[in-house]
């Protein structure tokens, strides 16, 4: 249990609805002048109670958000921007092309907003219109081509009349209504009904005739403190690594920690942390040598609790290894069951979990999702015979977790067991290499319980590692945080009628300019430069300025942009690598020269460098909002691992590994990774990507180009908008 008091009482955070407010303060003055008071009286209750945050298992609060912000908006939706932008689309013209006065004046039938009109914060978004429309005008593509299209019946009836942008999660194409980009989604939806692809429907938010008001930034980490107290009940307390301890004590202030006895007595949970020697069941504790030797161990663990007409859940990291792992089972069992987080809302979630999993014999297979949360309900016949019995094959990121997934059994005063399966791939993946190597060494040498201690203080160390850069980003945010709630006080006092609303405006624009949208970005492209790859350097160089013109029109940020190339061993030191730091837009015809003078060569083996040239990737200087890693390749890593032993004249353990260098570029410098496949001898080497991108909160995908450069411009363009409009959204 923990409680705290904060410093200083909340004063300026209301109910939800700020953005209602504002929308009203900037599309209907007249009806916010009058509902003024009564607006404010509802507001102020909000703020004057006592807001009390709860928090369910501490550790959650330390999770993947911490250190991200969000960017909230206010769609301000009017009949007179629907009017403004489809005469801007019936012109094909920005604004300021056609005569301004005359357009504004005659909205409305004359009614114009002249404060609004006159205001810096309009002038912005009239310009942010004008760049929206030329890219649509540009864009000549049709659906299913096209990065938008208007909802049908198929999309459902909550999208249906809606124009949805297309993008891509986890590999799985999706249509969403609930992104903008800008001002596209207005002109799209007004272009695509043109083009007869919908019926153009009366304006509103998510079709067209809308402002997008940006209203600054939030910081995740900095919301707890806006609560007058924050409370909670958690069993992750007392495995909170040090860092995050002193940061719940001094950030959060939080003075006070309880800990208290079960109500039900002791645990019945066979797992012996401190002494794996002398458990009561064999092999709780196990680090195998790879996959295979895992899966058997756990299978002969399975097939002992089947025996015992027990039940068992296995819990694997994600849904590749899961569904390996229910494929290699489910020929040799009778009830088995699998739960997948990404196969969205099961029917049979609820029945597998209350029911069908605690059944006896019966076997589910789940993703890491599952082991917190869920409670799973056994037979009486089963506990009478020993309980669930759950078994990890993965090591957690954090101690919370595991400690999480344990109480998936033996809850309450009922009898369970666990067991912990580990591979040293895995082990290696999550902690230090290099520490994880050494210990590998000496493991045969300790006990169960002395290696369970060691892996947790590897474990610990790489947490606290990944924390202190959460730390150093969520610090970066705390001004621009700030600063949006003294937006959200300067409303109130426009509601209290002691702030003009041309004051309002103006603070809207500064805001917006200061720190919305996702800045500047940074874009490296990571270039195999052997001699197979002459055609797509030249692509490269050819569609560098389109690429960059594009996404400027398209989302109106700045850009610097980067060239790495590398080759293989049998170069010299000299000629190995092509490195050309971060240019700003003003130099990019100096980029230009240098790819120009990038020749193909080398490449004697199968693979190539490419650890090198992913450490090469690490000391660029690194500084934008967003930052956008395109790896343009044909051939895989050194290392048999990466390639399948494919013609490598180096197939040992690779140093640098390039799994090691592209988590270090994911997790530690926030990069999203795109990788541009030619041919599928690099296929065993993005599934070793894939997993290590795993968890890390960036974008990770593949692009089959099949050897056609004609498919270049438009895949990288799709893929930076895809980052921009994750670190935006």
């Given at each position: 249990?923990l409680?705290?008091?904060?410093?200083?009482?909340?004063?300026?955070?209301?109910?939800?609805?700020?953005?209602g407010?504002?929308?009203?303060?900037?599309?209907?003055?007249?009806?916010?002048?009058?509902?003024?008071?009564?607006?404010?009286?509802?507001?102020?209750?909000?703020?004057?109670?006592?807001?009390?945050?709860?928090?369910?298992?501490?550790?959650?609060?330390?999770?993947?958000?911490?250190?991200?912000?969000?960017?909230?908006?206010?769609?301000?939706?009017?009949?007179?921007?629907?009017?403004?932008?489809?005469?801007m689309?019936?012109?094909?013209?920005?604004?300021?092309?056609?005569?301004?006065?005359?357009?504004?004046?005659?909205?409305?039938?004359?009614?114009?907003?002249?404060?609004?009109?006159?205001?810096?914060?309009?002038?912005?978004?009239?310009?942010?219109?004008?760049?929206?429309?030329?890219?649509?005008?540009?864009?000549?593509?049709?659906?299913?081509?096209?990065?938008?299209?208007?909802?049908t019946?198929?999309?459902?009836?909550?999208?249906?009349?809606?124009?949805?942008?297309?993008?891509?999660?986890?590999?799985?194409?999706?249509?969403?209504?609930?992104?903008?980009?800008?001002?596209?989604?207005?002109?799209?939806y007004?272009?695509?009904?043109?083009?007869?692809?919908?019926?153009?429907?009366?304006?509103?938010?998510?079709?067209?005739?809308?402002?997008?008001?940006?209203?600054?930034?939030?910081?995740?980490?900095?919301?707890?403190?806006?609560?007058?107290?924050?409370?909670?009940?958690t069993?992750?307390?007392?495995?909170?690594?040090?860092?995050?301890?002193?940061?719940?004590?001094?950030?959060?202030?939080?003075?006070?920690?309880?800990?208290?006895?079960?109500?039900?007595?002791?645990?019945?949970?066979?797992?012996?942390?401190?002494d794996?020697?002398?458990?009561?069941?064999?092999?709780?504790?196990?680090?195998?040598?790879?996959?295979?030797?895992?899966?058997?161990?756990?299978?002969?663990?399975?097939?002992?609790?089947?025996?015992?007409?027990?039940?068992?859940?296995?819990?694997?990291?994600?849904?590749?290894?899961?569904?390996?792992?229910?494929?290699?089972?489910?020929?040799?069992?009778?009830?088995?069951?699998?739960?997948?987080?990404?196969?969205?809302e099961?029917?049979?979630?609820?029945?597998?979990?209350?029911?069908?999993?605690?059944?006896p014999?019966?076997?589910?297979?789940?993703?890491?999702?599952?082991?917190?949360?869920?409670?799973?309900?056994?037979?009486?016949?089963?506990?009478?015979?020993?309980?669930?019995?759950?078994?990890?094959?993965?090591?957690?990121?954090?101690?919370a977790?595991?400690?999480?997934?344990?109480?998936?059994?033996?809850?309450?005063?009922?009898?369970?067991?666990?067991?912990?399966?580990?591979?040293?791939?895995?082990?290696?993946?999550?902690?230090?290499?290099?520490?994880?190597?050494?210990?590998?060494?000496?493991?045969?040498?300790?006990?169960?319980?002395?290696?369970?201690?060691?892996?947790?203080?590897?474990?610990?160390?790489?947490?606290?590692?990944?924390?202190?850069?959460?730390?150093?980003?969520?610090?970066?945010?705390?001004?621009?945080?700030?600063?949006?709630?003294?937006?959200?006080?300067?409303?109130?006092?426009?509601?209290?009628?002691?702030?003009?609303?041309?004051?309002?405006?103006?603070?809207?624009?500064?805001?917006a300019?200061k720190?919305?949208?996702?800045?500047?970005?940074?874009?490296?492209?990571?270039?195999?430069?052997?001699?197979?790859?002459?055609?797509?350097?030249?692509?490269?160089?050819?569609?560098?300025?389109?690429?960059?013109?594009?996404?400027?029109?398209?989302?109106?940020?700045?850009?610097?942009?980067?060239?790495?190339?590398?080759?293989?061993?049998?170069?010299?030191?000299?000629?190995?690598?092509?490195f050309?730091d971060?240019?700003?837009?003003?130099?990019?015809?100096?980029?230009?020269?240098?790819?120009?003078?990038?020749?193909?060569?080398?490449?004697?083996?199968?693979?190539?460098?490419?650890a090198?040239?992913?450490?090469?990737?690490?000391?660029?200087?690194?500084?934008?909002?967003?930052?956008?890693?395109?790896?343009?390749?044909?051939?895989?890593?050194?290392?048999?691992?990466?390639?399948?032993?494919?013609?490598?004249?180096?197939?040992?353990?690779?140093?640098?590994?390039?799994?090691?260098?592209?988590?270090?570029?994911?997790?530690?410098?926030?990069?999203?990774?795109?990788?541009?496949?030619?041919?599928?001898?690099?296929?065993?080497?993005?599934?070793?990507?894939?997993?290590?991108?795993?968890?890390?909160?960036?974008?990770?995908?593949?692009?089959?180009?099949?050897?056609?450069?004609?498919?270049?411009?438009?895949?990288v363009?799709?893929?930076?908008?895809?980052?921009?409009?994750?670190?935006?959204?």
């Amino acid at each position: 249990m923990l409680e705290s008091t904060a410093k200083t009482a909340n004063k300026t955070v209301g109910p939800l609805g700020i953005e209602g407010l504002i929308a009203d303060a900037i599309a209907n003055p007249k009806a916010a002048e009058e509902e003024a008071y009564e607006k404010m009286d509802s507001y102020q209750l909000g703020m004057e109670s006592k807001t009390v945050l709860l928090i369910d298992e501490v550790d959650v609060l330390f999770g993947e958000l911490y250190g991200t912000s969000i960017n909230p908006v206010s769609l301000v939706a009017s009949k007179e921007c629907g009017d403004l932008q489809s005469k801007m689309w019936d012109a094909k013209a920005p604004l300021d092309e056609l005569t301004t006065k005359a357009v504004l004046t005659g909205l409305e039938g004359g009614d114009a907003d002249i404060e609004l009109h006159n205001s810096q914060m309009f002038a912005g978004h009239l310009e942010k219109m004008a760049d929206g429309l030329r890219t649509v005008m540009a864009d000549k593509s049709v659906p299913p081509d096209c990065a938008f299209c208007i909802g049908t019946d198929k999309d459902g009836p909550e999208k249906k009349g809606f124009v949805l942008y297309k993008h891509v999660e986890h590999g799985i194409e999706m249509f969403d209504k609930s992104i903008i980009l800008g001002y596209q989604n207005a002109f799209q939806y007004l272009r695509l009904c043109q083009e007869g692809f919908g019926e153009k429907g009366r304006s509103c938010e998510f079709k067209y005739g809308y402002l997008n008001v940006p209203l600054g930034k939030l910081s995740y980490a900095e919301l707890p403190k806006k609560f007058s107290a924050i409370f909670g009940v958690t069993g992750s307390l007392g495995v909170l690594p040090p860092k995050q301890l002193s940061v719940l004590k001094e950030f959060y202030d939080v003075s006070q920690f309880s800990y208290f006895p079960s109500f039900w007595g002791h645990r019945q949970l066979a797992w012996a942390e401190n002494d794996l020697t002398k458990d009561t069941m064999e092999n709780h504790f196990q680090v195998a040598q790879g996959w295979p030797e895992a899966f058997e161990q756990a299978m002969a663990q399975i097939k002992e609790v089947v025996r015992l007409e027990r039940s068992v859940l296995v819990f694997v990291r994600d849904s590749e290894m899961l569904n390996k792992f229910y494929d290699h089972a489910k020929a040799s069992f009778g009830k088995i069951h699998k739960l997948d987080s990404t196969e969205g809302e099961r029917k049979d979630k609820e029945t597998i979990i209350y029911r069908s999993a605690g059944e006896p014999k019966a076997i589910t297979f789940a993703t890491a999702t599952y082991g917190r949360g869920e409670d799973f309900k056994y037979r009486p016949s089963v506990l009478e015979k020993g309980g669930g019995h759950a078994i990890q094959l993965f090591l957690s990121v954090n101690k919370a977790d595991e400690v999480q997934i344990r109480g998936r059994v033996a809850r309450k005063n009922e009898p369970g067991s666990y067991a912990l399966i580990l591979n040293w791939a895995d082990v290696r993946e999550r902690v230090n290499p290099t520490k994880a190597d050494e210990l590998k060494l000496s493991a045969a040498s300790m006990s169960a319980s002395q290696l369970y201690k060691r892996i947790d203080e590897l474990r610990n160390a790489a947490c606290s590692e990944g924390f202190a850069q959460q730390c150093t980003k969520a610090e970066s945010f705390r001004d621009a945080h700030n600063q949006t709630f003294e937006l959200l006080e300067n409303t109130r006092k426009y509601y209290l009628r002691k702030l003009p609303r041309h004051k309002l405006l103006s603070m809207l624009h500064e805001v917006a300019d200061k720190h919305c949208g996702s800045g500047s970005v940074d874009l490296a492209f990571l270039m195999d430069c052997t001699g197979s790859m002459a055609s797509w350097i030249e692509v490269a160089k050819t569609q560098l300025f389109k690429i960059v013109e594009n996404t400027k029109a398209k989302l109106g940020v700045k850009m610097r942009v980067a060239y790495v190339g590398y080759r293989d061993f049998d170069c010299s030191d000299k000629d190995r690598y092509d490195f050309k730091d971060f240019v700003e837009e003003k130099d990019m015809a100096d980029l230009h020269k240098f790819i120009a003078r990038s020749n193909a060569m080398g490449g004697g083996d199968g693979p190539e460098d490419v650890a090198g040239g992913l450490k090469k990737a690490l000391s660029l200087t690194w500084k934008g909002d967003t930052r956008i890693i395109i790896h343009i390749a044909d051939a895989p890593a050194h290392g048999s691992e990466y390639n399948g032993g494919m013609g490598d004249n180096y197939p040992g353990h690779q140093d640098p590994d390039p799994c090691d260098m592209l988590k270090k570029l994911m997790n530690e410098f926030k990069c999203h990774f795109f990788f541009f496949k030619m041919n599928t001898s690099t296929d065993a080497m993005t599934e070793k990507f894939r997993k290590t991108a795993h968890g890390s909160g960036q974008k990770f995908d593949v692009c089959d180009l099949a050897g056609d450069t004609s498919l270049f411009l438009d895949n990288v363009t799709m893929s930076v908008e895809q980052a921009i409009g994750a670190a935006r959204i």
